[in-house]
T-cell receptor
Framework: GDSVTQTEGQVALSEEDFLTIHCNYS??????LFWYVQYPGEGPQFLFR?????EKGSSRGFEATYDKGTTSFHLRKASVQESDSAVYYC???????????FGLGTTLQVQP | GGIITQTPKFLIGQEGQKLTLKCQQN?????MYWYRQDSGKGLRLIYY???????QKGDLSEGYDASREKKSSFSLTVTSAQKNEMAVFLC????????????FGPGTRLLVL
């Protein structure tokens, strides 16, 4: 069945470090792929999405490129800030129906 | 802009009890969702509804009922709370469904004693 795998459960960085959170998916066709961010005590917030091979999504300095060949949608940011500390979720839209499958999430902790 | 309101914020129940969680949205969105969030397990879809009076089961529907009597509201019932259960229930909405952004509420935190 369709699935999303986030490799890192936790990532610890210092301010201005480069961030990569790995997301790989398993699904047929071209499912829409999403990144959401969740701050403590809140619900997840949409970051961005992509729905075609080689399409890049971006928001707030974060970006990811849809790669059908490697079935990946890795999240990157060139220079993280303490305020980026949160849980990041990769998700895919099953058959583009609106039903999302989420990865287990990656907790990012950025030290000042 | 709009907002999703979930009530209550915290819910403490007893084993075997029937518990109801409520969600309201003022986005005028067609589709609404209920997810369960457990520590270390991400978010899992319980029920969703594409329009008033419609209900569709997600992967985690067993043990839950849902109700969508109005476009703006979506309720979830835990039919029999399990002892020591602890989870966050998140409500979300989107304009239609496919590929749409989902907007989430702040969640209801459930603890069963």
């Amino acid at each position: 069945g369709d699935s999303v795998t986030q490799t890192e459960g936790q990532v610890a960085l210092s301010e201005e470090d480069f961030l990569t959170i790995h997301c790989n998916y398993s699904a047929s066709g071209y499912p829409a792929l999403f990144w959401y961010v969740q701050y403590p005590g809140e619900g997840p917030q949409f970051l961005f999405r992509a729905s075609r091979d080689k399409e890049k999504g971006s928001s707030r300095g974060f970006e990811a490129t849809y790669d059908k060949g490697t079935t990946s949608f890795h999240l990157r940011k060139a220079s993280v800030q303490e305020s980026d500390s949160a849980v990041y979720y990769c998700a895919l839209d099953i058959g583009n129906t609106g039903k999302l499958i989420f990865g287990l999430g990656t907790t990012l902790q950025v030290q000042p | 802009g709009g907002i999703i309101t979930q009530t209550p914020k915290f819910l403490i129940g007893q084993e075997g009890q029937k518990l109801t969680l409520k969600c309201q949205q003022n986005f005028n969105h067609d589709t609404m969702y209920w997810y369960r969030q457990d520590s270390g397990k991400g978010l899992r879809l319980i029920y969703y509804s594409i329009t008033e009076n419609d209900l569709q089961k997600g992967d985690l529907s067993e043990g839950y009922d849902a109700s969508r009597e109005k476009k703006s509201s979506f309720s979830l019932t835990v039919t029999s709370a399990q002892k020591n259960e602890m989870a966050v229930f998140l409500c979300a909405s989107s304009i239609t469904g496919a590929q749409d952004t989902q907007y989430f509420g702040p969640g209801t935190r459930l603890l069963v004693l």
